[in-house]
Every structure is written in structure tokens, then in C-alpha cells.
């Protein structure tokens, strides 16, 4: 089993902060591919379903996102899953907006809610970094982190949650590069 965790805040006026882009992203892939509804549990909302021969268990910590950490620790207690099984989903100010990338470990560049994550796991957790942009200067990183999404980004936003959703059998599979590969594929065409 993997536990796939969307960063973001609970609350409706949070849905379209470019902070919540990662439960953006398991709400496409748990719509997408059949998942269970949302339940409570572990301080959070799950759902389970399988991507491919791979069981996967979708989780929205409700915590906020400066406490991401300790729902995602219960969870994996629960499951007796290791930091190895457990897939971020989250915002990117470093990444160019609507650019995707995926890396296992590093730092956590001042988000709260990686720096909660690997405060209880560890940092050898993978993570798919959903670029946000920098908005230029460092007095306007909380304004643009914490703003909705503008309307003329919401059509490229749908895209790539789309993309990221259609190949997500290439990251349950663990091939990386291949994941990363076909999402710039779809999202050239």
C-alpha cells in the first residue's frame, strides 16, 4: 500500500488557494480513477482505491497546513507504512507555475507543511512539486501562496491536475522519470 497526502488547508475558503494544489490534486485522482468517498480518519479526510495492481490510500490532512504531519504520521502507524511508501503532493514557489516535478528527500524551502511532514517522518519522503511561481519578491510570498488561483490559471490548472491524474500508474509503478515524462507529453500536445 502507498499513502498518497495532498497539502493544503481544510475549509471551503481555502479551496482555490495555490497553497491547497495538492488536495486539488488527489480530488482529480480520487474522482478519476474510482476511489472510495472521502471518510475521517486520521485527522483527515481518506479515501482508498487502487491505480493500476497498486493499492492507495488518498489522504487530505485537516489539520492545517503547519500540523500536516501529525495526520500523516497516523496514518502511517496505522498502516505500518514506511517513509518510503509515502507520496506529497504539494506547492512549489521554485517551480515555474503549472510545471511539475518529482523528487525523493531534500529540504523543505520554508513550507510549513513539508517541514511538519518531515518533523514526523523524516525527509525521505517522495514528494510531486506543483509549481506555483515565485511572485518576485520575498514581501508578497504569503499573499500569492495564500491567494486563489486567478481565473485565466484555472483552464492550465485543470490540464495539468488532469495530466498528473491520467499518468499517475507511472508514480504508483515508482517509475519517476516516466511519470514526469508523460505528464510534459500531454501537457505539450
Same mark, same amino acid.
Given at each position: ?6 497539502? +493544503? ?42 491505480? @493500476? ?11 492545517? !497546513? %503547519?500540523?500536516?504531519? /501529525? ?26 507555475? !503549472?510545471? !511539475?516535478?518529482?523528487? /525523493?528527500? +531534500? ?14 517522518? @523524516? %525527509?525521505?519522503?517522495? /514528494?510531486? /512539486?506543483?509549481?506555483? @511561481? ?27 491536475? +488532469? ?16 511519470? !514526469? ?9
Amino acid at each position: 500500500m502507498q499513502l498518497w497526502v495532498g497539502l +493544503g488547508n481544510p475549509g471551503t475558503q481555502y479551496a482555490l488557494h495555490r497553497h491547497n494544489v495538492g488536495f486539488m490534486a488527489l480530488d482529480v485522482i480520487a474522482q478519476d480513477h474510482g476511489f472510495s468517498p472521502w471518510q475521517k480518519k486520521f485527522q483527515g479526510l481518506i479515501a482508498e482505491g487502487r491505480i @493500476g495492481p497498486e493499492k492507495i490510500l488518498l489522504l487530505k490532512p485537516q489539520t492545517f !497546513m %503547519n500540523d500536516s504531519g /501529525r495526520s500523516i504520521r497516523a496514518a502511517t502507524d496505522f498502516y505500518k507504512l514506511g517513509v518510503e511508501d509515502v507520496t506529497v503532493f504539494h506547492d512549489e514557489l521554485d517551480l515555474a507555475p !503549472m510545471k !511539475m516535478k518529482v523528487k /525523493r528527500g +531534500g529540504g523543505t524551502a520554508g513550507h510549513n507543511g513539508l517541514r511538519s511532514t518531515d518533523a514526523h517522518l @523524516g %525527509n525521505d519522503f517522495r /514528494r510531486v /512539486r506543483i509549481g506555483i @511561481g515565485h511572485p518576485g519578491h520575498k514581501d508578497r510570498v504569503t499573499g500569492h501562496v495564500l491567494g486563489n488561483y486567478a481565473k485565466s490559471e484555472l483552464d492550465p490548472l485543470a490540464d495539468l491536475l +488532469g495530466a498528473l491524474s491520467r499518468e499517475a500508474e507511472w508514480l504508483a509503478r515508482g517509475d519517476d522519470a516516466r511519470f !514526469m515524462s508523460e505528464v510534459a507529453l500531454r501537457l505539450a500536445d
